[in-house]
């Protein structure tokens, strides 16, 4: 069974930075790709950042330029280093990995105080 376990969130001051992490385990396949979304109170959930094996990377405009995403594959595991935080960036932080499916993580509480 693979499961996805997200790190890193918690509360944060508007310009500060936090780092994701969702680990995969349970799988001795790789991570062929990837994607951080997010969801607001009363809002959708939106992709933030997407990520292939091959490491090509897109992001929302919203976030373009303060988040990165990235992979380490040797422990299978994703990252979204956030930075320039807004208080706009408040949401649930969801990963997404397709391995031999898709596979989402339970959600890690980003919020960003003004």
């Known amino acids: 069974q693979v499961h996805l376990v997200e790190s890193g969130g918690g509360l944060v001051q508007a310009g500060g930075s936090l780092r994701l992490s969702c680990a995969a385990s349970?799988?001795?396949?790789?991570?062929?790709?990837a994607g951080w979304y997010r969801q607001a109170p009363g809002k959708q959930r939106e992709l933030v950042a997407g990520?292939?094996?091959?490491?090509?990377?897109n992001y929302a405009e919203s976030v373009e330029g303060r988040f990165t995403i990235s992979t380490d594959n040797a422990k299978n595991t994703v990252y979204l280093q956030m930075n320039s935080l807004k208080p706009e960036d408040t949401a649930v932080y969801y990963c997404?990995?397709?391995?031999?499916?898709?596979?989402w993580g339970q959600g890690t509480q980003v919020t960003v105080s003004s």
């Open positions: 997404s990995a397709l391995i031999r499916s898709t596979y």
């Open positions: 349970g799988s001795s396949f790789s991570i062929k790709a």
């Open positions: 990520i292939t094996s091959g490491g090509s990377t």
